[in-house]
């Protein structure tokens, strides 16, 4: 990697023993490496893609950095009062990391969550915060824009690990005070995710959203327990998302693998806030000081899924059938499987069907199949033959011919202009994070 001009400016650093000399290869001694130590849990996809951002800086800039990262997040504390590198980027988040760098001798640059009390954040060091203020109410107001009358939130057990977590309750009560101040706001905390108390868990669940009003839109604070409200969801035959609507918070992709209803997800601006924390610590490195600076930076948006389509229903054995449908669209099911899932004729459920969304339950199903390809395609590096069969098409003939007489284009047109539609997008998109100074 080459190096950005004013790193000819960069002092030595007095805390080096000198007799060991970190040593560059001839054509760069001019321009150090800096040794920098990345403390992250790259288990989290919030904390992968908040290196990505930090990886995205170093290679659109001319910075040179040798980057340390515990290959086992659970050791990467070990030993850190001894690293002999230049400066830290570390998960504030994690009480452990703040203890263990508070009055540390290199440079610190923090990220984590936002608070609404300044005695929550770090003193004395710069600090780069996801606006959760902003992350729930961007998930209330699209529960609310969906026509849910109801609106609730599922959280995490009370926990020092787990301040951010309360800090987006605050967020949900404030947001709800504001136009309820007859009723409290409905927070859920739920149990540990742990095998132990699992089933424990998942009917304590179950009971909390069998006695909300329906139908309701729930914000989960992660897309991790986004995936619990769906799985007690679908255990217990409750219809998403026309009786409960679920939303969470990060995006991440294998959530969405592991489940069978499309989750809605809110983007956090994680990779901006990775590429803001590298500037920081780029210019501490060249003797900038920002002492208690606070950044906070918005979310990108909301993925939206099929768990927060809300479409306001009068016939259960529609929205029963829709639920069904939406889990197993794919396997290439039949009308008479839907039918005898909702416990009805072929025949009364179609006339339901025609009465209420003016389509069969066939091109509901079609719909869906339909909805998956397209999704596949414009995620790129899949063939058209392994889109048909993982979207429960008979061939790809068929799948063609869907295409050509829904879309009217081919399966690899459509891909050609999401590429396109892609490419354009982040060409123009960018986020940029709110300076809110030292209060």
Not at 183 to 193: D, N, S, Y
Not at 235 to 244: H, R, T
Not at 339 to 362: I, K
Request: hydrophobic share 40%.
């Amino acid at each position: 990697m080459t190096h950005d001009t004013p790193i000819a400016m960069t002092r030595p650093n007095p805390s080096r023993p000198q007799s060991a000399p970190f040593v560059q290869p001839a054509q760069h001694a001019a321009h150090p490496t800096h040794r920098i130590a990345l403390l992250f849990n790259a288990n989290k996809v919030y904390d992968r893609e908040i290196i990505a951002g930090i990886g995205g800086y170093l290679q659109s800039t001319r910075v040179a950095w040798d980057l340390f990262l515990e290959e086992d997040f659970r050791c990467r504390l070990d030993g850190i009062e001894h690293f002999d590198g230049d400066g830290i980027i570390a998960d504030f988040d994690d009480p452990a990391v703040c203890d263990a760098l508070r009055d540390f001798r290199l440079p610190v640059v923090a990220v984590g969550s936002s608070y609404e009390d300044d005695a929550g954040y770090p003193e004395g060091v710069p600090y780069i915060a996801t606006d959760n203020a902003k992350l729930v109410s961007l998930a209330y107001t699209h529960l609310l824009g969906a026509g849910l009358p109801n609106v609730a939130l599922y959280s995490l057990p009370e926990a020092a690990e787990n301040r951010w977590a309360q800090e987006r309750e605050l967020a949900f009560a404030k947001l709800w005070r504001a136009e309820h101040e007859d009723r409290p706001a409905e927070i859920f905390r739920g149990l540990p995710t742990s095998a132990p108390v699992w089933n424990r868990a998942l009917e304590a669940l179950t009971a909390w959203l069998a006695a909300l009003p329906k139908p309701v839109g729930i914000i989960a604070v992660t897309d991790a327990r986004a995936r619990h409200l769906l799985q007690a969801c679908v255990l217990a035959g409750i219809p998403v998302p026309e009786q409960v609507a679920i939303i969470g918070i990060d995006n991440d992709p294998l959530t969405r693998t592991l489940a069978r209803i499309p989750l809605s997800s809110v983007i956090q601006g994680t990779e901006e806030m990775g590429r803001t924390a590298a500037h920081l610590l780029h210019r501490m490195l060249l003797g900038a000081r920002f002492p208690g600076r606070r950044i906070l930076v918005p979310p990108v948006g909301i993925n939206v899924l099929e768990s927060t389509r809300h479409e306001p229903l009068s016939s259960p054995h529609v929205m029963r059938a829709r639920h069904f449908i939406r889990q197993y669209a794919c396997q290439g099911i039949r009308t008479e499987q839907v039918a005898d899932y909702v416990g009805v004729s072929r025949s009364s459920l179609e006339e339901y069907f025609r009465r209420e969304l003016h389509c069969t339950v066939h091109q509901e199903i079609l719909r869906h199949k339909l909805d998956a390809a397209k999704a596949l395609l414009a995620q790129g590096g899949v063939s058209g033959a392994e889109v048909a069969i993982r979207c429960g098409f008979t061939s790809l003939q068929y799948m063609y011919a869907v295409f050509r007489r829904e879309l009217n284009c081919t399966p690899r047109e459509y891909q050609a202009q999401a590429e396109a539609q892609a490419v354009a997008s982040s060409a123009v998109s960018g986020s940029s994070g709110r300076d809110v100074g030292a209060r």
